[in-house]
């Protein structure tokens, strides 16, 4: 079992930037893939990034790839996603998932979820 809680979401200007965290408490952390999915209001929750068990491979959506930055802590049992030059179209509430199956996580099939953090980018 995997409890996993949000942070670091907020209100920045568009061109802002913002670091998200994803805290997960229960054994073996560093078993599972992680990965971050966001819904905006009226769409339907979309892949984001996501991050390999071991950290060596992770996988980004379009319209992020270089502008975030996935990263894990095993340490800390943590994952984070630096979002840097945020605009308008980021605004959506942001999900931590994890499995033990990188494939369910890229596909929005994972077996944890966390209850999100509103990111709203507002000029």
């Known amino acids: 079992q995997v409890h996993l809680v949000e942070s670091g979401g907020g209100l920045v200007q568009p061109g802002g930037s913002l670091r998200l965290s994803c805290a997960a408490s229960?054994?073996?952390?560093?078993?599972?893939?992680m990965g971050w999915f966001r819904q905006a209001p009226g769409k339907e929750r979309e892949f984001v990034a996501a991050i390999s068990y071991d950290g060596v491979n992770t996988y980004y959506a379009d319209s992020v790839k270089g502008r975030f930055t996935i990263s894990r802590d095993d340490a800390k049992n943590t994952v984070y996603m630096q979002m840097n030059k945020l605009n308008t179209e980021d605004t959506a509430v942001y999900y931590c998932a994890a499995d033990s199956n990188s494939a369910y996580v890229i596909r929005g099939l994972a077996n944890y979820w966390g209850q999100g953090t509103q990111v709203t980018i507002s000029s």
């Open positions: 229960g054994r073996a952390f560093s078993s599972y893939n």
